[in-house]
């Protein structure tokens, strides 16, 4: 009887500074101006990263994984006679091998006993199907190991002092020397500040209120990724009709790259508000620049990718048995153009711009009375650069050689969306008993796109909305609050949408962007209490 334990360490180590400074000025008698406001903040944020994965040092030097696998085993010498080797060993391993935490551990039958007896416990609460008519002979309760008592018999037995983080930062390589573990870090940085004034008057008897800002943003990026390059070379011993991959891998080198990014944006933004009937009906418009910055992962990209050289003798076999390659994908019967030549892992892009557009609404307000609100809104989104999407460059360069990589690119720019908005509330303070403390309410929107830089459907050449945009959205919903308990109930329904194009959960290859996801209906409910 053979069990397989596995210990897999990794860390990860934070920093984070924050500085945070608001001030507010008020005014009584400076004209039209109520407040300013100003404010500073910086974040500091560093990141360090250590994985158990093996490495190449150099070539012919791999550094041992940190993971250590623990062959428990029970040998009963009745069966096994003088082959029961007990205690723990280590097992041989080559030298080359990135698993060189390799043991084995001999119990007796009492032992091992012993060790599932003091670890296997039952999960607490009653029993599996109590109390439920013709249960028959079901088990009782589930079952779990509790681990500290499993590591604490075992260790009564076995050398389980490999149990740590020594290897994670310093291990043994192939060559029998000790290196430090490369590790990955980002460091990032965000200062920013802000001024807004507030102004409040009367134009032609009628109150106007709102407010103008400006926020300037710095962020700084600084990370080191590597690349590992590898000579991909045909092996002839490897040819055969059940084996897709005749060749052998011979690392080169690693390139550990530095990325340094500064971006700095100017953010603008105002809003204005006008009652011509005070009190009653008001006018809104606000208009702002929204900026979304790219991930540190879309900046910098994994923290190491691995890409492979072909050298020609694999090449030309691959064009000397054009049928020898399949790797079940109709769309890669070109090995060149195949997982065989492309990087693996996500390249970063410190290129990348992010999300980018104006937005600016309008509505108009109407208040009957103190518990009811109609209002009527439109709104329009100008996207400049679209959120950076995944793609796959054909002819990535690196080290004079081009590949075909995986890495991210900003989305395009020239999207405008328009739509309006009509929603509905009124609170039934009216009504008699707990029905005072009910309301109703709904809303409805409609949005449109221009066809600018979206997909196209592939079957009818239809240029399709914006990736998960419905045509249309309503909401009905019914509520109570008597200031201690609130609950909610409400309908709601989108029209169809479409959310992709590729045919990845499907041999089928039919491209299934023009179908369209289905509508769906649901009635969420909530409620909540507070007491004091």
Known sequence: TTARLEYTPQADKNNELNVQLDVTRF????????????????????????????????PGVTLSRARSLDYIRLCDPSVSGANCQYGSRTLVTSATSTDRLEKEHMLT??????????????????????????????????????????????????????????????????????????????????????????????????????????????????????????????????????????????????????????????????????????DQVVVRYSIAKQR????????TGTSAANCYKLDQALLDFYANNPGYFDDGDPDTEDPTASTATRCSGRIGNPELKGYEATTSNLSLEWYP?????????????????????????????????????DTFEDGPGGLKQTGFEVSAKTAFTYLPWYLRYT??????????SNAANTAVDPITGKALPPRGQSDYYYNVNLWYDDGRLNARVAYQKRDFYYDRMDASESANRVPNEATPAPRFRRMPRSSSRSTS
């Open 27 to 58: 005014f009584d008698h400076f004209g039209p101006l109520k407040t300013v406001k100003f404010g500073f903040s910086h974040t500091a944020r560093e990141n360090k990263t250590w994985r158990e994965g093996g490495f190449n040092i150099a």
């Open 369 to 405: 009375n103190k518990d009811t609100q109609v209002s009527l809104a439109s709104y329009s989104i100008d996207v400049k650069t679209q959120r950076p999407e995944n793609v796959t460059l054909p002819e990535y360069e690196l080290e004079g050689t081009k590949y075909i990589a």
């Open 109 to 278: 039958p009492a032992q091992y006993r012993e060790l599932l007896q003091n670890s296997i416990i039952k999960m607490p609460g009653a029993n599996y199907f109590e109390g439920m008519p013709d249960r028959g002979a079901l088990i009782n309760s589930w079952t779990a190991f509790d681990f500290d008592s499993f590591f604490s018999t075992l260790g009564q037995y076995a050398d389980l002092s490999h149990h740590n983080l020594n290897c994670l930062y310093e291990c043994i390589a192939s060559d029998g020397k000790t290196y430090t573990r490369p590790s990955y870090s980002t460091e990032e940085s965000t200062t920013s500040a802000y001024l807004m004034g507030d102004f409040e008057t009367r134009l032609f008897g009628m109150p106007v209120m709102g407010n103008l800002g400006f926020r300037y943003q710095k962020i700084d990026v600084h990370a080191a990724p590597s690349v590992n390059f590898y000579n991909r070379t045909l092996d002839t011993t490897k040819v055969s009709a059940l084996n897709p991959a005749p060749y052998t891998d011979v690392f080169v080198s690693r390139r550990v790259t530095q990325v340094d990014r500064q971006s700095e944006d100017f953010l603008p933004s105002f809003n204005l508000a006008i009652w011509p009937i005070e």
């Open 439 to 448: 309301g109703a309410g709904f809303n409805y929107s409609k949005t449109e």
């Open 292 to 299: 979304a910055r790219p991930s540190m992962t879309q900046l």
